[in-house]
Antibody, heavy 120, light 107 residues
Framework: QLQLKESGPGLVKPSGTLSLFCTVF??????????WGWIRQTPGKGLEWIGT???????YYNPSLKTRVTISADTSNNQLSLRMTSVTATDTAVYYC????????????WGQGTMVTVSS | DIQMTQSPSTLSASVGDRVTISCRAS??????LAWYQQKPGKAPKLLIS???SLESGVPSRFSGSGSGTEFTLSISSLQPDDVATYYC?????????FGQGTKLEIK
């Protein structure tokens, strides 16, 4: 059964860069049959889709975050990565990675999530 | 963006009750709607896709209905294990959006 696990620093300074990783277990990030996404959750805004990635290079980003976000894959470590620049306190959230079978599918498998706090 | 609005925000019901949660889309999304269940400290779990298709392993007391802009998640007989927050999500466009959640409690 495919599993996902997020990792990365729990604390990031304001104006800094947030870098998170999602390791894929019992599956491959380069499997062209699936898409991968990042979603975050805050008490104030609830669940917010960040972006979607396909190994072919297709990426879609939330327009509200597009200028600050990059999603990519590291096949050597079988990981999906998220990079978010110029972070502020409003980026404090639990960050999840998740899988989609197709773009017109919901997120069927989620990681456990990782909490990121933006603070000096 | 397509806005998703859930009601109510909080729902308190007794074990055995039939429970209904509503989700409204700001424009038609056909049947491209999912429902998730989230328990404290856990990731959301997919319950229903395409508005009414129950995911494998999800108890049959859960059901979904609707199309266009109006959708409903129902639990036919509320169980203690159903205490959670429920979210709808549209995937009509790749700019996915979620409802704000409905917290379900036991009276």
């Amino acid at each position: 059964q495919l599993q996902l696990k997020e990792s990365g620093p729990g604390l990031v300074k304001p104006s800094g860069t947030l870098s998170l990783f999602c390791t894929v277990f019992a599956g491959s990030i380069s499997n062209n049959n699936f898409y991968w996404g990042w979603i975050r959750q805050t008490p104030g805004k609830g669940l917010e889709w960040i972006g979607t990635f396909h190994y072919s290079g297709i990426t879609y980003y939330n327009p509200s975050l597009k200028t600050r976000v990059t999603i990519s894959a590291d096949t050597s470590n079988n990981q999906l990565s998220l990079r978010m620049t110029s972070v502020t306190a409003t980026d404090t959230a639990v960050y999840y990675c998740a899988r989609l079978k197709r773009l017109d599918d919901p997120f069927d498998i989620w990681g456990q999530g990782t909490m990121v706090t933006v603070s000096s | 963006d397509i806005q998703m609005t859930q009601s109510p925000s909080t729902l308190s019901a007794s074990v055995g009750d039939r429970v209904t949660i509503s989700c409204r889309a700001s424009q038609s999304i056909s049947h491209w709607l999912a429902w998730y269940q989230q328990k404290p400290g856990k990731a959301p779990k997919l319950l229903i896709s395409k508005a009414s298709s129950l995911e494998s392993g999800v108890p049959s007391r859960f059901s979904g209905s609707g199309s266009g802009t109006e959708f409903t998640l129902s639990i036919s007989s509320l169980q203690p294990d159903d205490v959670a927050t429920y979210y709808c999500q549209q995937y009509n466009s790749y700019l996915y959006t979620f409802g704000q959640g409905t917290k379900l409690e036991i009276k």
